[in-house]
């Protein structure tokens, strides 16, 4: 009920924009330049390794840099000082589903316990000190990744980092994914 309330109050809060064929580079690239300063601060490098060429998807521009600025944001607070975080993007094609753009999102922080982990995307869930977080930017990011017929994925392991990885569908195939399931 509380994630079904949620929704309620985001798509009422939200204009609902018009979802396009996008270039998931150049949006990665805009999120980099906005993280700029705080990473800068926070003395943490910020590398990108994207794989030139890729295919559109298809999708909302803000909704997606959302993602991108949710899960950035929660990797730059479980670097420290001086820590890093890899932006990656490449296709990989299925034989059941067809084509995937991938980005990964991995950081150097202190990671999650395994325990935890299955509630990341859970609603108000957080392990971040009072007043420090709401617990939404990751049950958030999730349920958008889903309305892009994508999936969003993390592994973990305590003071080795976080890695994210976020498959998006192929915008030429997504009539075949609304279809299919």
Not at 34 to 51: D, G, N
Request: net charge negative; charged share 20%; hydrophobic share 35%.
């Amino acid at each position: 009920r509380i994630t079904a309330s949620i929704q309620n109050l985001l798509d009422t809060t939200r204009p609902h924009e018009a979802m396009e064929r996008l270039d998931l580079n150049k949006i990665i690239e805009e999120t980099a330049l906005l993280m700029h300063p705080e990473a800068l601060s926070k003395q943490i490098t910020v590398t990108r390794a994207l794989q030139e060429g890729l295919p559109l998807v298809y999708g909302s521009r803000s909704r997606l840099q959302e993602v991108f600025l949710n899960i950035m944001d929660s990797a730059m607070d479980a670097c420290a000082e001086g820590g890093s975080i890899e932006v990656t993007t490449r296709l990989r094609g299925e034989k059941d589903t067809g084509p995937w753009v991938i980005t990964a999102i991995k950081d150097s922080g202190r990671g999650i316990p395994a325990e935890y982990l299955s509630c990341i995307f859970t609603p108000f869930y957080t392990t971040k000190a009072y007043g420090q977080g709401t617990g939404l930017g990751l049950a958030i990011s999730h349920e958008i990744i889903q309305t892009h017929h994508g999936r969003i994925t993390v592994e973990s392991e305590p003071g080795k980092g976080t890695s994210f990885m976020i498959q998006l569908p192929v915008a030429e195939h997504i009539r075949e994914r609304i279809t299919h399931g």
